[in-house]
């Protein structure tokens, strides 16, 4: 039999609107809304001269950026409980509260310590929305009944918000001459902008979660049982990654788009194009080429032929961002930039497919805020590691080794991957589980060997 994939191929946006209640648009909208304006930061483009223009060394700037990362990773996992604890609306609404000061705070203090600040509240307000937004599309799309929505709306929201990037980013430099604190005063109405949008957000039946975090709910306990049941859901959330081989193995796949995309698009962007004599006043025409194809991508993951399933499509995307990073080694400066473009498009095409499959394997009743916070660090933490050797490559001057490299060893991640999810180990742990959560082969519902009566492995149950 044809596995179900999770998306409708060959339907136009009028199709996929009309099966949508007007909830679901509501809140498909505000979603929207909501991850264009939190995540456009007018200041992205200059921030770097900004810091230089008042005062700060390059060994503070880059030392400020080293804190963030680490500040991201640590505040993961405490706002995924804030999340599963105070409800996703609420934590979407608190992280547009504080990414809305954070970017006030260079305009009142542009000094290291204001810097910091920024960066370190940043570091908190995107921790807040990174499982939060995500949780709640997802679980009110299905209280809604319109879950088979959900990839298209992760994947418009996502494309939306490039798309405004490649408007907006080219108006800093005008802006800038006119007002000088201009993209920080800029990206903090944004995020006041997503803040609204946070407050308009509808409420929606979340699913219920049996055992401690459930009952403390149910008894309205004090402070120290919201702090046992935040505790509970930490170690919920852990057992739930040990105990379902399916959703650590997706969250594992997920590891090579996510710092592949970062690494290239990030760390290796300029010195790439540099080593193809490609001068730096071109950079924002090819950074912009590469967004419209993301977010075109993006878009359209319905674009992807149903012959194989979600989980194969990552996989071979991934192996696709592999071979352009090796291919960038071999040609000229024009088929470096169609590479880059073509790299762009594959992670459009990959993240909202990535993302859907990591919510489908969550098991029903676990936190789910939690488990993106955990995949969040995942990767991070693998990114992180990644920067550092990438940091050493450059410096001995070896980037096509560097690009080689990275290729190689994500087909061995991937190939890895693969031998562990045909050996049988995934369905077995499935059929002794009997858990609803999404299997290899059937993507998009329940996994071989799972049992699924009505009353179990439902994620709609109202709270």
């Not at 370190?120 to 679980?139: E, F, K, N, P, W």
């Not at 991508?297 to 991934?318: F, G, I, N, T, Y």
């Amino acid at each position: 039999m044809r596995p179900r994939l999770p998306w409708r191929p060959g339907t136009g946006p009028a199709a996929a609107a009309a099966g949508l209640t007007a909830t679901a648009r509501r809140i498909i909208r505000l979603n929207q809304g909501f991850q264009l304006l939190f995540n456009l930061l007018w200041w992205m483009p200059v921030f770097y001269a900004f810091q230089k223009e008042a005062g700060l060394s390059d060994g503070q700037i880059f030392g400020i950026q080293s804190i963030y990362y680490v500040a991201f990773c640590l505040f993961e996992i405490p706002t995924g409980l804030i999340a599963d604890r105070i409800g996703t609306r609420n934590c979407l609404r608190a992280g547009a509260v504080v990414m809305t000061a954070a970017n006030l705070a260079p305009v009142f203090s542009p000094s290291y310590t204001g810097f910091l600040v920024h960066f370190l509240a940043i570091a908190a307000g995107r921790s807040l929305t990174s499982g939060a937004a995500s949780a709640y599309l997802y679980d009110g799309l299905r209280a809604e009944k319109c879950d088979e929505h959900y990839l298209r709306a992760e994947g418009t929201a996502r494309a939306l918000g490039l798309a405004a990037k490649v408007v907006c980013w080219p108006l800093v430099g005008p802006l800038m001459a006119l007002a000088h604190t201009a993209p920080y005063v800029l990206s903090a109405v944004s995020a006041a902008g997503s803040l609204v949008c946070a407050v308009a957000l509808p409420r929606v039946a979340t699913p219920s979660r049996t055992g401690g975090a459930g009952k403390a709910a149910a008894t309205g306990g004090g402070r120290r049982g919201r702090g046992g049941a935040s505790l509970r859901d930490a170690g919920s959330a852990l057992r739930c990654v040990a105990s379902s081989p399916w959703l650590a193995l997706v969250m594992v796949q997920g590891v090579a788009v996510f710092t592949l995309s970062r690494i290239c698009q990030v760390n290796l962007f300029q010195p790439i194009l540099l080593d193809h004599g490609i001068g730096e006043a071109s950079h924002g025409g090819v950074l912009a080429a590469m967004t419209v194809a993301e977010a075109v991508a993006s878009a359209r993951p319905q674009w992807l032929s149903r012959r194989l399933p979600p989980v194969a499509w990552v996989s071979v995307l991934s192996l696709a961002l592999a071979g352009t990073l090796a291919g960038l080694t071999l040609g000229g400066p024009w088929t470096v930039v169609a590479l880059l473009c073509l790299f762009a498009a594959a992670t459009g095409f990959a993240y909202p497919v990535q993302r859907k499959l990591v919510n489908d394997a969550v098991p029903a009743h676990a936190p789910r805020a939690t488990l993106l916070s955990v995949e969040s660090i995942v990767d991070r933490a693998v990114c992180a590691l990644a920067a550092v050797a990438a940091g050493a490559y450059l410096s001995a001057g070896h980037l096509d080794a560097l690009l080689w490299h990275s290729a190689l060893a994500t087909a061995v991640l991937l190939g890895a991957f693969q031998l562990v999810l045909r050996s049988g180990t995934v369905e077995r742990s499935l059929g002794r589980t009997g858990t609803g959560a999404a299997g290899p082969a059937d993507p998009g519902g329940a996994g071989p060997g799972t049992r699924t009566p009505a009353s179990a492995g439902r994620r709609d149950t109202p709270a």
